[in-house]
């Protein structure tokens, strides 16, 4: 990809804005310049490994609540 | 650190230890002996908990793929899972007032840790206070039965050489001082970091768990080891529910607090603050005895004795100040830190001060100055064998300049530019300035020079002809000594007419002799002149035609450019 300064679609946001957000794939689609782009997969790869290590969080702890819940009724 | 600072570290310390410690053994003694659970399927549910907490309240955002990744995280869970698993076992063969006293070793093994290996020598104060806890260890091992003192003795050696690497473990976890130094104590970077490592250490106790559970079941039942996990413990509602509000409330706080201390306060301080752990575990469990039912059981007088001991001599070890080290003394401590796990920012110090010392022909005073830095912080430098010391953070990024501008991009000899910079320089300067007009001057018959009075003549001159430049071009203009006899001259917003008009004076400067042991010894010079943009809108070229037309001058024999 070719870094092509100030050839961009959106504007740089806060980095605790791009956490905020739902997708950034729009973004990262639209950015032309590489450190900014760089910037935006880095919040992208962070965003992937937090929500896959809250939803492994969030398994184990149903597996014991189900288990508790089990021994409840046993 | 501040004082306020200081204290709110020391405050937060001493709540964990004395509130959420004490009742996190109390919910552990409620699970184990009122709900008939199992302590180590407790604790697992306590960390799944307590990681989805901490990892909700911090949110997505940075240093989580960082946390996952480093082995800092998996050092430590691996710690924490085999301290773990070795309290329970010393629980087996002791009382748990004998066992919380015995874990207090694990501060001895702390300060000797950090005495040996990190240069934090303990004051005398400290020391006391360690003969005192060592007493009152020596008082329970001596009141334990002789069949089993040498297996005791064993497990808490090894327990507290376990708890002592977790917590400097903590300390020295380096996502965790990055949410420090990089995103300023931000609460929820730091829980971010917390939370990964609780949940890396939730998924390695829980497969540890279910696995002695389903061996522990399946196995020849006669076989069984009291205290470790059967499947049927997992069905234990109460504990469980005990266990996953634990780490949500308890836990999660706790841990976060841990490595907080570890950090803010050092592992010496923090683990002997845990001293307190046994009152705050008696206070609690009486407090609460008629609400949960647990007995508070008899002590022995001498188990009551090293209880005071082992108190006190881990309050001594945890107020008093360890000894300070020569870098405190010599009040070099706001330029300099000890680094003992950043290897590559002591050599970084290390590289700077040496290349530094060489440009500057080893003049420590010159070399202090252009670095900004006092001269004592050289001397500890290079007096430095252990070689841990390293610039601290903020000094760093002003030495890193200063040798930048000072070291980096200057020609030792003259002091000017080099040639790299000068390309920076004149890069930059095409995009503010409208106008620009280069110089390349070459000095004549130098060689001569070189051969009939030496390379110092030949330096002198150099040096020489670099000042009259300084001189000559003061304001908006930066020069470079482009190698050998060669000179370039870059000046700002002023166009290639204006600067020929006074290519004479500028020869005629050049051209005073210079005093050479008694002998005067003078150089011509060629010009060459080019202009941006009207030579060149290229700024690359800009220097190649400058050359160009020098050498055209210096053939014609003309010393200007017309």
Not at chain 2, 170 to 194: G, S, T
Not at chain 2, 241 to 260: Q, R, S
Not at chain 2, 433 to 451: G, H, R
Not at chain 2, 511 to 516: A, L, M, R, V, W
């Amino acid at each position: 990809m070719k870094n092509i300064p100030e050839r961009r679609k959106n504007y740089p946001r806060l980095e605790s804005q791009l956490y905020q957000l739902a997708s950034i794939d729009d973004y990262i689609m639209a950015e032309n310049r590489l450190d900014e782009l760089d910037r935006l997969i880095e919040v992208k790869e962070q965003k992937k490994v937090w929500k896959r290590t809250i939803v492994a969080s969030l398994m184990m702890t149903g597996i014991f609540i189900i288990l508790a819940i089990w021994g409840l009724f046993r | 650190m501040t004082k306020a600072f200081a204290y709110k570290s020391w405050g937060l310390a001493l709540f964990s230890v004395l509130v959420l410690w004490g009742i996190n053994n109390l919910l552990l003694g409620v699970g184990a002996k009122v709900m008939q659970g199992n302590a180590i399927v407790y604790s697992c549910t306590a960390f799944t908990t307590g990681s989805l907490i901490l990892l909700f309240y911090a949110g997505p955002g940075p240093l989580v793929k960082e946390s996952m990744r480093s082995l800092d995280t998996w050092f430590y869970g691996i710690t924490l899972l085999i301290s773990y698993s070795l309290s329970f076992v010393l629980y087996s063969y002791v009382s748990s007032t004998e066992g919380t006293l015995l874990q207090r070793f694990s501060m001895i093994i702390s300060l000797l840790i950090g005495w040996f290996f990190l240069s934090r020598r303990p004051g005398l104060g400290q020391v006391i206070g360690a003969v005192l806890v060592v007493l009152g260890i020596c008082l329970i091992i001596l009141g334990i039965s002789s069949s089993i003192r040498a297996m005791v003795f064993l497990l808490m050696t090894i327990f507290s050489l376990f708890l002592a690497a977790r917590i400097f473990a903590a300390e020295y976890h380096k996502p965790h001082i990055q949410a420090i130094e990089k995103f300023n104590y931000d609460p929820k970077a730091r829980a971010r970091v917390v939370g990964c490592v609780i949940f890396v250490i939730s998924t390695m106790f829980a497969l540890l768990t279910f696995s002695i559970a389903f061996v522990q079941s399946i196995g020849d039942q006669s076989l069984l080891i009291k205290g470790l996990p059967v499947l049927s413990d997992f069905f234990n509602t109460g504990n469980i529910v005990l266990g996953l509000l634990a780490g949500a409330f308890i836990l999660a706080p706790m841990l976060v607090i841990e490595f907080n201390s570890s950090h803010d306060i050092k592992t010496e301080s923090y683990l002997a603050l845990t001293s307190l752990a046994a009152v705050s575990t008696w206070f609690w469990e009486s407090v609460t005895s008629s609400l949960t039912g647990l007995s508070l059981g008899s002590f022995l007088a001498t188990d009551v004795v090293a209880c005071i001991l082992i108190t006190i001599g881990g309050i001594c070890v945890a107020i008093l100040k360890p000894d300070k080290d020569d870098l405190d003394k010599s009040e070099l401590g706001g330029y300099l830190t000890r680094e003992m796990q950043d290897l590559d920012a002591v050599s970084e110090t290390r590289n700077i001060v040496f290349y530094a010392l060489e440009s500057y022909a080893n003049d420590m005073a010159e070399t202090a100055f252009k670095l900004g830095i006092p001269v004592g912080v050289i001397k500890a430098v290079l007096k430095d064998k252990s070689r841990t010391l390293a610039f601290s953070p903020w000094i760093l990024k002003v030495v890193e300049k200063n040798y930048r501008n000072n070291v980096a991009n200057v020609d030792v000899l003259t002091g000017l530019l080099n040639r790299n910079a000068f390309i920076a320089e004149l890069k930059e300067a095409s995009q503010k300035f409208e106008e620009l007009t280069l110089l390349f001057i070459d000095l004549n018959k130098f060689k001569p020079i070189n051969d009939t009075y030496g390379h110092d003549a030949g330096d002198l001159v150099l040096s020489g002809t670099a000042r009259r430049l300084q001189k000559l071009f003061k304001n908006k203009s930066v020069i470079t000594r482009w190698g050998g006899d060669e000179f370039c001259v870059l000046v700002f917003d002023v166009n290639k007419e204006k600067v020929a008009k006074k290519l004479k004076y500028i020869n005629l400067i050049l051209e005073k002799p210079f005093e050479y042991n008694e002998n005067l010894i003078s150089v011509s010079s060629a010009i060459g002149l080019a202009s941006f943009p009207e030579d060149s809108g290229c700024i690359e070229s800009l220097v190649s035609i400058a050359d160009a037309r020098m050498y055209q001058n210096k053939n014609k024999g003309f010393n200007n450019d017309r």
